[in-house]
């Protein structure tokens, strides 16, 4: 197991490797941040000394060997707009983020599982089917225009819910929160629910095929035999043996969470590392761009090593490379 | 025990086909929207010819007509079906030309990723060894980011452009291909007839195109109609996020995008009704492609 995540973790440093090194290169060839920072009646002598303080004016090389080596001491780079260091603007910006996402995915396994149970014990029923048409719906939904258009009821027709920002947020624990406040959970329910609906959809569709897949085999009509009670079977039999892929995809679709809460953050304006990264683009503010790419593919690697341990503890017939020798 | 039929041949090629189309047929839904997505795609080739007005032409749209609401007709006696734009485009025509350009993208991509994604994944199956290894390494590192992520990222780096839009669409997509396929083509390697076709002494290349790609095509054709669904809403959502296509090319989501701004006052048209024909169209073609899951799903068959 220890050989297993230590081999893992070397290949993750690979990985952030060639993607820093990807991105660097990428970002170095578009547009000029400098004019964008610069007022534009800015001369030529400060043009030249903005451009030597970013350290612009050195090869691509040298600029990748200085970012290599601050990088390896915790330091990503300082951001351009807002002038602090782009891994603090970044950790500052994450509560929000994952507590948009965590909530969603909360919402979306809470209803989904029971609605995909429901669909799959009772296959071509009028229930399956207004479920499997309404998650084919919600997979087909484009996440951004799902969540104008709950603006445009909740908020705008209706006058129930605010459309952006994050409200007051309260302190537990010492993490700042929308769930400490109630004004904060009234932010947060919009862009949550626009988060959760593509992988509620999702959710109903696994559990669906899951258990279409499990109920026809032969421990279920042996448990049956035996005389075990329907709701036991299905809730601790087939259960059981659907949780590995749904766990799976909740472990994996949580970061993918996190990469969509880019379009929710941008609609509903919540304050966290998705509109950060967008406005970041548009703004070529590098080193936050590269900081937040860096940051992500580091979390995506490590959900996908918890993951990957999971599976293997949630059903033993899964062996991890490295572990059986 | 009764006999088992003495006919282990598969049933011929076309007979196979018409089995399945009658199978797919028994789902009325999947059948309306596979009608649904050939009347979009006629509409969208049709575009330039039933479009009541051509939304690039600026000589025939009036900056006095803009934001008209659906129904209105303006001095000249044109009717807005459905209403105008911010720059007075009529949103009827606006969305016909956005649909062509969507579909487009999202056909363009999904058949290349598919040729990319394919072709790689057969070549691991049938090469294996480095190759398989070198190549799966890379469908699994593609396969951990999320698709919007990895787009976002390209176009970034790459910039606005139709031909940029498609190339990175392709690049999250071919993996998916990759990996469906070369799971198949390996179960398809073990079998007689590969054995036959290497013993007659054909060449390698005929024999993966020739001989296992036809039998690896029911997972293809599945996950091609869920990845072009899949292409569309993302060109859609790069778009709307202003990192897609150009203004000058106003795909669906750039449609909605456009009226974002003026959906908070109320005029609800520009963004709603783009955003229903994305949808409607996204959806007809995930219902036919999960009815084609169902249809071409071994493990379903009775």
Redesign the interface.
Same mark, same amino acid.
């Given at each position: 197991m220890l050989v297993f995540i230590i081999r893992r973790l070397l290949q993750s440093m690979l &990985?952030l490797l060639a993607v820093s090194i990807v !991105?660097f290169v990428?970002?170095y *060839? !578009?547009g000029d941040p400098v004019d964008i920072l610069l007022p534009d009646d800015a001369n030529q002598s400060e043009r030249q000394a903005a451009i030597r303080s970013l350290g612009l004016d050195k090869p691509l090389i040298t600029q990748y060997g200085i970012f290599l080596g601050k990088a390896v001491q915790g330091d990503l780079g300082t951001s351009f707009v807002f002038n602090i260091p782009s891994i603090e603007l970044i950790l500052s910006r994450m509560p929000a983020t994952l507590e948009l996402a965590l909530c969603a995915m909360v919402i979306a396994v809470l209803i989904g599982i029971p609605l995909g149970l429901w669909a799959g014990l009772k296959p071509g029923s009028a229930a399956d #089917?207004v479920i499997? %048409?309404g998650s /084919? =719906?919600g997979?087909? =939904?484009?996440?951004?225009?799902q969540g =104008?258009?709950l $603006?445009?009821i909740f908020? &705008?027709w209706l006058g129930w819910l605010p459309?952006n920002g994050r409200g007051t947020t309260g302190t537990i624990f010492g993490i700042e929160t929308s769930f400490a406040t109630w004004d904060g959970l009234r932010h947060l329910l919009l862009p949550a629910i626009n988060l959760a609906l593509f992988k509620l959809a999702m959710m109903i569709r696994l559990t669906r095929a899951g258990v279409? #897949?499990t109920m026809p085999l032969d421990f279920v009509k042996f448990a049956r035999a035996k005389g075990v009670s329907e709701p036991r079977i299905v809730l601790v039999h087939v259960l059981k043996n659907i949780l590995v892929p749904i766990v799976t995809v909740i472990g994996m679709e949580l970061?993918?969470l996190i *990469?969509?809460s %880019? !379009?929710t953050e941008? /609609?509903f304006a919540w304050p966290g590392m998705g509109k950060l $990264? /967008?406005d970041s /683009?548009?703004k070529l503010d590098r080193p936050v @761009?590269v900081a937040y =790419?860096l940051v @992500? %593919?580091m979390m995506? $690697?490590l959900i996908?090593l918890v993951v990957d341990l999971l599976y293997a503890t949630l059903d033993p017939r899964v062996r991890l490379k490295g572990v059986s020798e | 025990m009764s006999a088992v039929p003495a006919n282990p041949t598969a049933p011929e090629p076309e007979k196979r086909w018409r089995m399945l189309w009658r199978e797919f047929a028994e789902n009325r839904r999947a059948v309306a929207a596979l009608v649904v997505c050939g009347l979009l795609l006629a509409a969208a080739l049709l575009s330039p010819l039933i479009a009541p007005q051509n939304p690039y032409d600026l000589t025939v749209i009036d900056m006095f007509d803009s934001r008209m609401p659906p129904g209105s007709v303006n001095p000249d006696g044109f009717h807005y079906w459905l209403g105008t734009d911010g720059q007075g485009r009529d949103m009827l025509s606006a969305m016909l030309y956005g649909l062509r350009l969507s579909l487009m993208v999202g056909v363009v991509s999904g058949v290349l990723a598919i040729a990319f994604g394919v072709s790689l994944g057969l070549v691991a199956a049938y090469w294996g060894g480095f190759v398989d290894a070198l190549i799966m390494r890379v469908v699994d590192f593609m396969l951990g980011f999320p698709t919007i992520m990895v787009a976002l990222i390209l176009l970034a780096v790459l910039g606005q452009g139709v031909d940029k839009v498609i190339f990175a669409l392709v690049m999250v997509q071919w993996a998916y291909f990759a990996r469906a396929v070369r799971g198949t083509a390996l179960i398809e390697r073990g079998k007689e007839y590969v054995d036959a076709a290497v013993s007659l002494g054909f060449s390698r290349p005929r024999i993966v195109f020739g001989h296992i790609l036809p039998n690896c095509l029911p997972p293809i054709i599945v996950i091609g109609t869920m990845q072009i669904a899949h292409a569309i809403s993302t060109e859609a959502t790069l778009s709307f996020l202003g990192l897609g296509l150009p203004i000058t090319e106003p795909s669906l989501g750039l449609l909605i995008a456009n009226g974002f701004a003026y959906l908070l006052s109320g005029q609800y048209w520009i963004s709603v009704y783009p955003g229903l024909l994305l949808l409607v169209t996204i959806f007809s073609i995930n219902v036919v492609g999960d009815r084609l899951r169902d249809v071409l799903n071994p493990r379903l068959q009775k």
């Open positions: &990985v !991105v990428g970002l *060839a !578009v #089917e499997t %048409t /084919i =719906l997979f087909s =939904l484009p996440g951004f225009w =104008l258009m $603006i445009m908020s &705008v459309s279409r #897949e970061g993918s *990469a969509f %880019t !379009v941008t /609609i $990264i /967008i /683009i548009n @761009v =790419l @992500v %593919t995506f $690697i996908n | -």
